[in-house]
């Protein structure tokens, strides 16, 4: 199975003002991780991604009413690894969207970067509640089952994509 790794940003927003600061932040023309495949079963395409107030899955019409794709990547997949992402998937849809988590992502890179100063994501809460970087990397380290090195408290979608540069690098996925 083609699992898509998408990094996006939203359409048809207002003042998408929480997208502007992550892409801010984080200097990227994207702000939102999201992971996509084909449902066989169904015959539908899915979107699995942690937005708005939780962890959830979203269907093609309104991915596309709702999300610019700006760059995408493709892992191949097997079985065993399918059925773990979907175990996966449905222990953890439903869970609380980290506002504060994201926050706090927002200090560390603050104080880092202006302050020169170490710091620990104060929000950081394990599992109780995800940001899209948070659960895409997660499920990046459980199917590829690849040492990354990344602090998924503090980790936004700049540090996933840097990631997935380094596979494509040594010709694990490839980019879409």
């Given at each position: 199975?083609?699992?898509?790794?998408?990094?996006?940003?939203?359409?048809?927003?207002?003042?998408?003002?929480?997208?502007?600061?992550?892409?801010?932040?984080?200097?990227?023309?994207?702000?939102?991780?999201?992971?996509?495949?084909?449902?066989?079963?169904?015959?539908?395409?899915?979107?699995?991604?942690?937005?708005?107030?939780?962890?959830?899955?979203?269907?093609?019409?309104?991915?596309?009413?709702?999300?610019?794709?700006?760059?995408?990547?493709?892992?191949?997949?097997?079985?065993?690894q399918?059925?773990?992402?979907?175990?996966?998937?449905f222990?953890?849809?439903?869970?609380?969207?980290?506002?504060?988590?994201?926050?706090?992502?927002?200090?560390?890179?603050?104080?880092?970067?202006?302050?020169?100063?170490?710091?620990?994501?104060?929000?950081?809460?394990?599992?109780?509640s995800?940001?899209c970087?948070?659960?895409?990397?997660?499920?990046?380290?459980?199917?590829?089952?690849?040492?990354?090195?990344?602090?998924l408290?503090?980790?936004?979608?700049?540090?996933?994509?840097?990631?997935?540069?380094?596979?494509?690098?040594?010709?694990?996925?490839?980019?879409?």
């Amino acid at each position: 199975m083609k699992l898509t790794i998408g990094f996006s940003k939203p359409k048809n927003k207002v003042l998408p003002i929480f997208s502007w600061l992550i892409r801010l932040v984080e200097w990227t023309p994207y702000s939102h991780v999201y992971l996509q495949w084909h449902n066989a079963y169904t015959d539908k395409l899915l979107t699995y991604e942690a937005g708005g107030s939780s962890v959830h899955f979203k269907g093609k019409r309104i991915f596309n009413e709702t999300i610019i794709p700006i760059h995408e990547f493709s892992i191949e997949i097997d079985d065993t690894q399918r059925r773990n992402l979907m175990a996966y998937c449905f222990e953890k849809a439903g869970t609380e969207y980290g506002v504060k988590q994201i926050l706090g992502i927002g200090y560390v890179k603050f104080m880092c970067c202006l302050l020169n100063k170490k710091v620990k994501n104060p929000f950081m809460d394990g599992d109780k509640s995800m940001v899209c970087s948070e659960l895409v990397g997660n499920v990046l380290s459980d199917i590829l089952l690849k040492e990354h090195h990344l602090d998924l408290d503090i980790a936004g979608p700049r540090a996933i994509y840097e990631f997935l540069l380094e596979l494509e690098a040594s010709n694990e996925i490839t980019r879409l």
